[in-house]
């Protein structure tokens, strides 16, 4: 028997993860017979990553539905018939597993099952007993066959479960969790967009999901695309933060935390607050949300996992504009307040904020990129004692805090804005904010390298103040943004 070599229609509309292909192709060529397991975020390209790998080999893609289990496998039994020549009878999910592997002891096979989760029992129980036969197929057929296998999923914590240390499968299965694209090669689904802030701004809309990239990519004015496809009740993303979390129990309470994230970044007791609910009812949500990988929690430059300086994330751009900007107003859309409106009147005047954060985020990875820094993060906390004291400063801020063998060596500040960044923000940097840090307990180096990003440029006198010393450095921010390098 021999499979058949796939074709994918899109195969020539495919852009970017290269580097993900190439580790793709390096497992396709090893002879190591594990099986990856394959799992993402919902719209980062997992289906379309794998079919253009399997573009030109022997390859099946068996793509589960949410049926009944029985349906399922006489749809799998349909799709294999043309690779065995017969219709296989499939009595089990295990079944399933032991005909792939049989297929393939003369020919190597790529076979992926694409949202593998909605194959296994709703109950833990059931599920282990599931997995454990299919982890005894593993064993009694893999040595004689040349299947390569991929088991992927959206539902992230169920595929983690998989390679869980308890778990029949765990050693079983190499992970391959794909993240959302980062700028660099999200200027492929942007080329239409020459210049790099515009691009930029609609990265910071989007995101690195390659589907939002792709809807929102074309090259008229962001206002134009937003409120014909997003703003729009007909759009095909007007309802895709609901549709990412169908799935929940209690969804309102759901959009209530992400609606208080969208703003940005939250203590967990402003999110108690904002839901006018109890600390360890919002915990729950939030390590919910947290296992989906939709937030995180972020800590200050140099603090203890334990700290309780944290603040909660939305990581996700588009899912923080969307639950910023459309879900708080789809009645009045749908009620024919018209998208233009909205978008001059809410976001328009506050898009600048929307994308400073994910700027923020770009520029640390430049920082960790280039300056030989280990970690990078921001870093907040108390003012200096005596101007607390006197109620002159509070709280101090800092965008970049880059470390090295456990010393700060670098710190950094970030700016969006239109108007150039003058000689006042470096004042800052040295009268209050490395100041605070060092009180912080940090330990830092007695010159640390000053970087700073601006997208509205540097006045003459800044510049003038750079030139003379060796630890401060201007970025260019159009180059750095084209060319992915300060």
């Not at 609910?277 to 915990?283: G, I, K, M």
């Not at 024919?336 to 898009?351: C, F, I, M, S």
């Not at 994910?358 to 003012?383: K, M, Q, S």
């Not at 805090?401 to 804005?417: D, F, K, M, N, T």
């Amino acid at each position: 028997m021999t499979a058949a070599i796939f074709e994918w229609p899109s195969f020539s509309e495919f852009v970017a993860r290269e580097g993900e292909l190439a580790e793709l192709e390096r497992w396709w060529s090893d002879s190591e017979a594990i099986p990856l397991s394959l799992y993402g975020r919902r719209r980062c390209g997992k289906s379309w990553l794998l079919r253009r790998f399997a573009q030109n080999k022997p390859a099946v893609v068996l793509v589960a539905r949410r049926i009944a289990p029985g349906a399922q496998l006489d749809d799998f039994a349909e799709r294999l018939e043309p690779l065995l020549g017969v219709r296989p009878d499939l009595s089990s999910l295990a079944e399933l597993f032991r005909v792939l592997y049989r297929a393939a002891r003369g020919q190597k096979i790529l076979v992926v099952i694409d949202e593998f989760p909605y194959l296994l029992p709703v109950t833990e129980a059931d599920a282990d007993r599931e997995l454990t036969a299919i982890a005894s197929v593993m064993e009694e057929e893999r040595d004689a066959s040349r299947l390569k296998l991929v088991l992927c999923g959206s539902l992230i914590a169920q595929m983690e479960s998989l390679l869980a240390e308890r778990g029949p499968l765990h050693g079983r299965l190499r992970p391959f969790h794909l993240h959302p694209v980062a700028f660099d090669e999200a200027r492929l689904f942007l080329a239409a967009l020459d210049d790099p802030f515009e691009a930029f701004e609609r990265f910071a809309v989007t995101g690195g999901m390659p589907r939002y990239l792709k809807v929102l990519g074309d090259a008229r004015p962001i206002a134009d695309v937003v409120c014909e496809r997003v703003l729009n009740p007909n759009a095909g993303l007007w309802d895709e933060g609901k549709s990412l979390l169908e799935e929940m129990r209690e969804p309102k309470v759901y959009f209530a935390v992400l609606e208080a994230l969208a703003s940005g970044d939250k203590a967990s007791g402003e999110i108690v607050s904002a839901l006018h609910s109890d600390a360890q009812r919002v915990s729950k949500y939030l390590r919910v949300l947290e296992s989906m990988r939709l937030v995180d929690r972020r800590l200050p430059a140099g603090a203890q996992d334990s700290s309780r300086a944290g603040h909660w994330h939305l990581r996700d751009p588009f899912l923080r504009f969307w639950f910023r900007f459309v879900f708080p107003f789809q009645d009045d859309l749908e009620s024919g307040l018209p998208a233009q409106t909205l978008y001059d009147t809410e976001v328009a005047p506050v898009l600048n904020d929307h994308v400073a954060p994910e700027f923020e985020d770009h520029c640390r990875r430049l920082i960790r990129a280039t300056y030989g820094v280990t970690r990078v993060d921001p870093w907040w906390g108390p003012a200096l004692n005596m101007l607390r004291r006197s109620g002159e400063r509070t709280s101090e801020q800092i965008d970049i805090v880059g470390i090295a063998r456990s010393r700060v060596a670098l710190i950094g500040e970030v700016r969006w804005g239109n108007s150039p960044m003058d000689t006042g923000y470096l004042r800052a940097i040295e009268t209050y904010k490395l100041p605070a840090l060092r009180q912080s307990g940090s330990k830092v180096v007695p010159t640390p390298k000053i970087v700073l990003f601006s997208r509205g440029g540097y006045t003459d006198g800044l510049r003038k103040v750079a030139e003379t010393r060796q630890d401060v450095k201007l970025v260019d921010v159009r180059d750095a943004l084209t060319v992915s390098r300060p």
